[in-house]
Structures are given as structure tokens and as C-alpha cells.
């Protein structure tokens, strides 16, 4: 007797259905793998986000120049110097606008973070102080440090608060005036 040889139409089925279903979790794996690295992206870019405000800011603070600060709960304003706009001191202001963190250079403001719930402005000058100046007599003169904090959404949209300190330089006399 001679027998047809292959595969009968139900081998041939199962073996179909089996194919099919581990190409269903082939692809249910890949579109996991590519949501995870999404949601790692932008936690990544939230987190530059954030470290490019630190940075400016305290760049800026640094870079404090002649003239009076002054600041209180969600602003600060003081001058900086601009070694490119020929070394004149510019104006420079922190406000928080619409939960954005904004820095206005001049008459030109650019917002520097976004996704800022609260921001607060402290000043130390021996004792934390809300406000600057504290009085009269420490009008012409800088704080010893100045204090940002932030909540602000995180990686992922997670709240949270951020808190920069930066001591300020000693303001010498011909600045004062």
C-alpha cells in the first residue's frame, strides 16, 4: 500500500493558529518595549528641562551685577552683567506667568520652564527673609544668598519640589553706588 505523504488541512490549521498567537505576543512585546522607551524619553527631557533652568538661573545669579535686588514670593528682579552688550549691566527678572517660570532680559522675556505650579523667592542675609529689601539700609546692598523653589511637575508628570540656594558675590562699594 502506498501512503500519500504531508500534512493533513487540521495539522496544517494548528500549526497556523500557533504561529499566529505567538506573532500576537511578538508584537504585544515590541509595542510594550517602544510605550517604555516613549515614557523614558520624556522623563529625559523633562529632567534637561530642568537642569537648563538651574543652570541659567544660578548662571545668572552668578553674574549679578550693580544695582539693588529685589524680590518677593514669586519674583525677583536684579541686574546682570552682559560682557557682550559691551559690559553694561541689563536687567533681569524671574516672574512666574501662567505656570511658567519666565525670565525677561530687558524688554525680552522667554519662558524657561514650563509646568510650574508655585515658585518662591527667599533671601539670606544672616535669617531667611520672604522679601528683599528688609529694610531701608539693606536697600543698597545684595542678600548673601538667594533661594529658589519650585513645585514643579517631574519626570513623568509626577509632582514635586525643586530648591536651588546660590550664594551671591560680595558686592564691593562701587557697586553700591
Known sequence: MHRDSGFT??????????????????????????????????????????????FVMSSDLDQIAGGPVAGQGGSLSFRRAAPGVGGAAVPMRYTLTNGALVRTIGPAPQILLSGVAAARWRFWDGAWADSWPL?????????????????????????GTLRRVVTLPVRSQEEAK
Open 9 to 54: 488541512l487540521l495539522e496544517l490549521m494548528v500549526s497556523l493558529g500557533l504561529f499566529a498567537l505567538i506573532a500576537v505576543a511578538g508584537l504585544a512585546l515590541v509595542d510594550g518595549i517602544i510605550k517604555v522607551q516613549d515614557r523614558t524619553e520624556d522623563r529625559f527631557d523633562r529632567l534637561a528641562d530642568l537642569q537648563r533652568a538651574m
Open 135 to 159: 529694610d531701608d539700609k539693606s536697600r543698597e546692598r545684595w542678600p548673601r544668598a538667594v533661594e529658589i523653589e519650585m513645585q514643579v511637575a517631574g519626570p513623568g508628570g509626577t509632582p
